[in-house]
């Protein structure tokens, strides 16, 4: 019992130390291995972002669809065209955007970090690595961390885009909306402290699944069968750490 309300407290120690950790030792050893610490981010940007753009599209194009219906719907029974777009362009930027990317990125990236790294342990690859003098942090957990992030904002961008064209589109061609006015009133939402909500939730999502897969990669014991729980045990906390930061980051921003 007491483990149980002591762990999750514990464990957002751990990820905090880990992430400082690897600022630290990156900063150490920032004139070691620039380019293959580059090359690597390349890559996770690539299989996490540019390999991610048509699932993006298709999730985006689905929830614009459903949502374009639910808001002309809105308009006609309501009346009130800007409380409704106030409503949708929020849930769309705030939380739609954030959430869904997060959890794409989670089960495509963060899954196959946490495979990677277990994987490794589990061959004895990281003994080697550290008896041949590789910094772990640096080579290993640094470039997966900024090129999911990375990747993980502009995943979510490209979201929202998608989103609120095909949201707009369809209240167009439903309800008679011009684009202009209704680009026009999403204009008129945008604020700096939505934008500076937007990034920092998707920041911490990335920041939060890299390291959380990491963390479970490496923590294994080398055997075989704690490669599938290794994975389980990322999926499964790091989505929960989403989520819970998601609705930190809402509470926070509500209440300014």
């Known amino acids: 019992m007491i483990r149980a309300f002591v762990y999750p407290f514990a464990f957002v120690i751990q990820i905090i130390r880990v992430f400082f950790l690897t600022l630290w030792e990156v900063w150490k050893n ?7 610490v580059f090359e690597e981010v390349i890559k996770q940007v690539y299989f996490t972002g540019v390999q991610a ?8 194009a689905i929830i614009g669809l459903g949502a374009g219906i639910q808001i002309s719907f809105l308009l006609s029974s309501v009346g009130n065209p800007e409380l409704v777009d106030k409503v949708f362009f929020r849930s769309v930027i705030l939380e739609l955007a954030p959430l869904t990317t997060a959890i794409i990125v989670l089960g495509r990236s963060g899954s196959a970090v946490a495979v990677e790294l277990a994987t490794l342990v589990y061959n004895e690859e990281i003994n080697t690595y550290r008896a041949l003098g590789i910094n772990i942090f640096r080579f290993l957990i640094y470039p997966r961390l900024l090129g999911i992030t990375f990747a993980t904002i502009v995943l979510s961008v490209y979201f929202a885009v998608i989103t609120i064209s095909v949201e707009a589109l369809l209240i167009y ?6 684009l202009p006015i209704y680009l ?21 999502n990335g920041i939060l699944i890299t390291t959380i897969c990491c963390i479970k990669g490496l923590e294994i014991i080398p055997s075989l069968t704690e490669i599938p729980r290794a994975v389980s045990r990322a999926m499964v906390h790091s989505l929960f750490a989403v989520i819970v930061f ?5 509470m926070f921003l509500y209440m300014l």
């Open 184 to 204: 026009g009133r999403i204009q008129d939402e945008l604020s700096l402290s939505m934008l500076a909500s937007f990034i920092i939730k998707n920041m911490g």
């Open 173 to 178: 061609f439903q309800a008679g909306v011009p």
């Open 53 to 60: 753009f048509w699932l993006i599209s298709m999730f985006a």
């Open 246 to 250: 998601s609705a930190v980051m809402a």
């Open 30 to 36: 920032r004139e070691k291995g620039k380019a293959l």
